[in-house]
Nanobody, 120 residues
């Protein structure tokens, strides 16, 4: 199973970016998908998660600015980031919790990350 992120880049403060993450491989179901980020010298932190049914959770720091969405048919998760701030600069990682067979135990998988840089 692989998760591949795309959509990172350099943007000015106040701008927008859209990240995508596609899950591929032997998958029966993906229960939860999410985005995390890690800035230089800091711990990885949760940005947003979304369950199969569509319920989403956000870090307080991104509420009202970021929107997470998913396409269950293609096992793809998106992160629309608006009103970006310099403090949003980080490597953004996609995470999936999935089962490879019906009734199988859930497993974690992470992507390699995509870099987002917000200039002031």
């Amino acid at each position: 199973v692989q998760l591949v992120e795309s959509g990172g880049g350099l943007v000015q403060a106040g701008g927008s970016l859209r990240l995508s993450c596609a899950v591929s491989g032997r998958i029966f179901s993906v229960a939860l998908m999410g985005w995390y980020r890690q800035a230089p010298g800091k711990q990885r932190e949760l940005v947003a998660t979304i369950k199969t049914g569509g319920s989403a959770d956000y870090a307080d720091s991104v509420k009202g600015r970021f929107t997470i969405g998913r396409d269950n048919a293609s096992n793809t998760v998106y992160l629309q980031m608006n009103s970006l701030k310099p403090e949003d600069t980080a490597r953004y990682y996609c995470k999936g919790i999935y089962s490879d067979v019906e009734g199988g135990s859930p497993m974690d998988c992470w992507g390699k990350g995509t870099l987002v840089t917000v200039s002031s």
